[in-house]
C-alpha cells in the first residue's frame, strides 16, 4: 500500500487484506490494474466489485441515518421550544389580565382556569408527543451505532479463524509506543505453520483452512487473557503481550510451540493423519526496538533463525548475533 500511495484506510487494509490471504486472481487483477497512485474513487469501486460488504457503504448508511436522525430530534427540539414559548406566553397573559382586573367574579374566574387547564392540558399531551419522538429517534441512533460497533469489530476479525486481522495488529502495535509503560512491559511473538505450503498441495484447501483454525484456537486457550492474538498473513501469526519479561514472552512462545506440536490433526470421520503440525517462533521485547515497524522487523528477524535453523523452535531477537543479522532475511520462503 505504501509503494502505491494507497491511504491507509480500514477500507484499503480490508481491500489488499483480501487479495493477499483469499487468493482472488481476479481480484489481484483488479488492482494490478489500477496501476500506481490510484484514486480512493477507484479503490472503491474495485472493493464494490470484489467485496460483499464494504466499510465504506456500511458507514455511509449509518451516518446517513444518523444525519436524517439528528436532523429530526433538531426538528423536534426546535417545536417543542415554540410549544413551551406559547405555553409561557398565554400565563404570562392571563397573570397580567388577571392583575389588572379588580373585582374577579366566579364565572370570569371559572373561564380562566378553563382556559389555563386547557392550555396546560395541551401542553402535557405534547410534551408527551415529544417524549416518545425523542425516544423513537434515539432508539434508531442507538440501532445506527450499534451497527457501526459490530461492523468495526467484523472489520477487524479474521474471518476463518476469528482472531484479530492485520489491520487490527498494526493499531495494537502501534499502541504499544503510546506509553512509556506500553514500551517498558510490551512483546511481539511471530509464529509461522512449518511447510504449510506442502499441507495445502498434499490435502487442500479446506483441510488447510481447518488446520489453521485449529491453530488459533491453540493460540487463543494457551495465551493469558489480554493478549492480543492476530492472523497477519496466510499461515502467519501475531501475538503482542503486556507485563511480561523476556524469560516470560519466551515460555508463552514454547507453550504454544509445544501445545501445537502435542495436537492431534487428525479427520475424526476417516482417520487420516493431518499431522504432525509444527510452528516456529520469534519474540522480540519493545524496548529493543525503536517503534512499531522496527519491533515486527526484529522479531521477523528471530522468526527468521527459527525457519533456517530446523523450524519447530522459538528464537530470542536478543540472541541473535551481527552475522545472523547480516543475512537478507527478506529474502526467504516460508514453506
Not at 517503534?291 to 531477537?317: E, H, V
Request: charged content about 25%; hydrophobic content about 35%.
Amino acid at each position: 500500500m505504501r509503494q502505491l500511495a494507497v491511504a491507509g484506510l480500514p477500507r484499503n487494509y480490508e481491500l489488499f487484506y483480501e487479495a493477499v490471504t483469499a487468493g482472488s486472481r481476479e481480484l489481484t487483477e483488479a488492482l494490478s490494474a489500477l496501476g500506481s497512485r490510484p484514486t480512493q474513487k477507484q479503490l472503491d469501486d474495485v472493493a464494490r466489485q470484489f467485496l460483499k460488504r464494504n466499510d465504506c457503504e456500511v458507514v455511509d448508511e449509518a451516518h446517513d441515518t444518523i444525519t436524517d436522525k439528528l436532523n429530526e430530534i433538531l426538528g423536534l427540539l426546535k417545536k417543542e421550544r415554540s410549544s413551551m414559548e406559547t405555553y409561557g406566553k398565554i400565563l404570562d397573559e392571563t397573570s397580567t389580565g388577571l392583575g389588572a382586573i379588580q373585582t374577579l367574579t366566579p364565572e370570569f374566574l371559572n373561564k380562566i382556569v378553563g382556559a389555563t387547564a386547557a392550555a396546560t392540558k395541551a401542553s402535557i399531551q405534547t410534551h408527551a408527543q415529544f417524549a416518545n419522538s425523542i425516544g423513537d429517534r434515539s432508539s434508531e441512533l442507538r440501532d445506527a451505532r450499534e451497527k457501526i460497533e459490530e461492523y468495526k469489530r467484523l472489520a477487524d476479525t479474521d474471518p476463518l479463524t476469528q482472531l484479530g486481522n492485520r489491520r487490527a495488529f498494526d493499531r495494537v502495535l502501534s499502541a504499544i509506543y503510546d506509553s512509556n509503560r506500553g514500551v517498558t512491559f510490551g512483546a511481539l511473538i511471530l509464529a509461522d505453520i512449518d511447510r504449510f505450503k506442502t499441507v495445502n498441495d498434499r490435502f487442500g484447501h479446506p483441510v488447510g483452512d481447518r488446520i489453521l483454525q485449529i491453530v488459533a484456537s491453540i493460540m487463543r486457550s494457551t495465551v493469558k487473557e489480554g493478549a492480543f492474538v492476530a492472523r497477519t498473513g496466510g499461515e502467519e501469526f501475531a501475538i503482542v503481550l503486556e507485563g511480561c519479561g523476556e524469560d516470560q514472552t519466551y515460555r508463552i512462545a514454547e507453550d504454544i510451540r509445544q501445545a501445537i506440536l502435542n495436537a492431534p490433526f487428525v479427520n475424526v470421520s476417516n482417520g487420516t493423519n493431518y499431522g504432525p503440525i509444527t510452528i516456529s517462533t520469534g519474540t522480540c521485547m519493545a524496548t529493543q526496538a525503536q517503534g512499531p515497524d522496527d519491533l515486527y522487523i526484529k522479531a521477523d528477524r528471530a522468526l527468521y533463525a527459527s525457519k533456517t535453523s530446523g523450524r519447530n523452535r522459538t528464537t530470542r531477537f536478543s540472541s541473535l548475533g551481527d552475522g545472523n543479522l547480516m543475512k537478507n532475511w527478506l529474502l526467504y520462503r516460508r514453506d
